[in-house]
């Protein structure tokens, strides 16, 4: 692993790795798996996402979290753990902490449900013209990206290069719209709450899209925190947990937050849409052969993408 102490994330191309020789393609791998050895993320361009498309989808998200409450809460179901539709302000925690984060947030699931009878149906609010329609075809084009990511990522571990092909093409991945709200009365928050304490993703990787405000940082492997930071052209795709456990941890899902806004920005709201990228709940999480040697011992228990899901559920307060 590289000692490097990133002061930001590194930046790649993907067209080096899509369209490029076989010089190219071997140095997008072996810049990404070391990026991923030791800061966890990345910045991407060349993501297939359009501009056009981003502002269309982040105006009809703005559109719906500017509906009341009562409304909103339409599209709430507990029953399926906050897995599809609304989840209202406060409900997800991150683990090990008892306060909720200051954001709600809005779940969309894989659009083509004749893929799997296992995942619930996507919910779609009526009062928003084309939110169904510019959300599934972001869904789509991260889906996309996110395959070629973990082709590269599967060359760097050794693997088949569509070793993750499979896994994730009926996978159970989520595009979740998230409105950090206005914090109007600071003295009627808890002391502690912030729109999203540390954390590490659950699934394989994540693609962001840009936030419509700045506030991410990463927790850098020396305790520093570090904002991270791209361009307009530029996505951000992260390590997760799942991705962290099958690699016995050779691949870092490096612990990130949002922290709130200055006091003079407390009362603007803040819009983020990352798209989680999960295998199917049948995926065997168990470290890779691979990643295991003497200098790295095992350091999980062998589970199940699905298994692992759940119990992350649970400790996020999503899932009694």
Known sequence: MSD???EEIPSLDLN????GDVKAKQQFVSDLGKAYENIGFVAIKNHGLPDNLTTKLYDSVKDFFSLNDDTKRKYEVPEIAGQRGYISKGKEKAKGRNTGDLKEF??????DTNKTDEYPSNIWPSEVLNFQEYTQEAFYTLEKAGIQMLRAIAIHLGLNENYFDEKVGKGNSILRQIHYFPITNPEEIPDDAVRAAEHGD??????????SADGLQVLRRDGRWIPITALPDQIIVNVGDMLSRLTNNKLKSTIHRVVNPPKELMGTSRFSIPFFMHP???MDLTCLSSCVTDKRPKQYDDIYAGDFLDQRLKEIGLKA
């Open 4 to 6: 490097k102490l990133y």
């Open 16 to 19: 080096d790795f899509t369209l």
């Open 106 to 111: 809005y779940h969309v699931g894989q659009p």
């Open 202 to 211: 659950i699934n394989l990787i994540t693609l962001l899209m840009g936030a």
């Open 280 to 282: 199917m709940s049948s």
